[in-house]
C-alpha cells in the first residue's frame, strides 16, 4: 500500500489483483481509497485494481497551495501514478467527483486510458454565469469546513437532498461506514478540493465527450433525476457508450444497489477485456 511521490505530492495508492489489466478507482468528495472495496474484490481475479486517495483527502497529501488541486495539475499527478506502477494505460472509474476526474483525465490524456466507467459524474458547467456561482458555492462551503471544523461540514453534508435515497436504502453499519470516512477527512483538504477541483473551477468538456475514443460505461441511479439526466445526455454524445441506469438508487449507486453495480461494471470490464 504504497505512498507514490509525484513531484513533492504523496499520493496513497492501494494495489489488489492477480496481475490482469489495470483498473484505477477514484472516489467521490469526501471518500477514500475503501469506496470501491467491494467492487475490487468482484474484479480482482481477472484485473489489477489501484485505488487511490485523491489529493485532499484520507491518506494523500493535503498542500496549502490550492494551485496543486487545480484540475489539470490532478490530472497530470493522476497520470505519474499509473506510469509509476509500470503501467501506460488504464480504465478509470470514478464516482461523482472521481468520476469527473476520471473524464478529465481522459480528455487531456487520452495516452493514459483505454476506457472508462463514470458513475454519476457530470462534464461540469457549460456556461461562465454557473461556472461563476457554483465557485462561490463551493468558497461558501470551503470556508464553513475552515470556520466550523470536519465534523459539522459532515452533518451539513449528510442533510442535504443528494442523499434523501439513502435513508431507505443503506443499513446503520452502511451509514456508520460512510460516517466514519467521511470524519477522518483533513479538513484543509476537503476545503482546497472544494477551491481546486469543484464543478465550477473545472472546464466545460460537454462539447469534448466526442473525442473519447475507448469504451464508456454511464452509471446513474434512477432516484438522482439530475445526474441520470447527465449520464443520458453523454450517452448521446459518446462514440462508444453504455449507459446503465440503476432502478431504486440515487447518487451513490455502488453503496445503495450494491450488487447490481458490481454486475454492471464486471460485466462491462469483461466486454472490453481483449481490448486493454
Known amino acids: 500500500m504504497p505512498n507514490v511521490d509525484v513531484d513533492g505530492l504523496h499520493i496513497f495508492v492501494e494495489k489488489i489483483g492477480h496481475g490482469g ?62 506510469r509509476a506502477q509500470g503501467f501506460e494505460k488504464a480504465v478509470w472509474v470514478g464516482y461523482s467527483l472521481g468520476g469527473r476526474v476520471a473524464l478529465n483525465v481522459a480528455i487531456h490524456r487520452p495516452d493514459v486510458v483505454s476506457g472508462l466507467v463514470l458513475e454519476s459524474a457530470s462534464p461540469g458547467l457549460a456556461t461562465e454565469a454557473e461556472r461563476t456561482a457554483r465557485v462561490e458555492a463551493d468558497e461558501a462551503l470551503a470556508q464553513r469546513l475552515e470556520r466550523d471544523g470536519v465534523e459539522k461540514f459532515i452533518d451539513y453534508w449528510e ?21 466514519r470516512t467521511r470524519l477522518e477527512q483533513p479538513r484543509m483538504g476537503l476545503a482546497n478540493s472544494l477551491r481546486g477541483m469543484g464543478t465550477g473551477a473545472q472546464d466545460w468538456l460537454g462539447d469534448r465527450l466526442s473525442e473519447l475514443r475507448v469504451p464508456v460505461l454511464l452509471v446513474a441511479g434512477r432516484l438522482d433525476t439530475k445526474f441520470s439526466g447527465w449520464a443520458e445526455e453523454m450517452a448521446k454524445h459518446i462514440p462508444e457508450a453504455t449507459l446503465r441506469i440503476i432502478e431504486n438508487a440515487g447518487h451513490n449507486v455502488h453503496l445503495e444497489q450494491r450488487d447490481e453495480f458490481d454486475q454492471v461494471v464486471f460485466d462491462f470490464l469483461m466486454s472490453v477485456r481483449d481490448r486493454l
Not at 442533510?159 to 460516517?179: C, F, G, H, V, Y
Open 21 to 82: 489489466p489495470p483498473v484505477v478507482l477514484l472516489h467521490g468528495f469526501t471518500g477514500s481509497n475503501k469506496t470501491y472495496r467491494d467492487l475490487v474484490y468482484t474484479i480482482d481475479r481477472q484485473f489489477t485494481t489501484f485505488s487511490v486517495d485523491l489529493i485532499g483527502h484520507a491518506s494523500s497529501a493535503s498542500p496549502l497551495s490550492v494551485e496543486r488541486y487545480r484540475m489539470r495539475r490532478a490530472v497530470d499527478d493522476l497520470a505519474a501514478v499509473l
Open 159 to 179: 442533510s442535504i437532498p443528494l442523499w434523501d435515497s439513502q435513508k431507505a436504502n443503506l443499513n446503520d453499519t452502511q451509514k456508520e461506514m460512510q460516517r
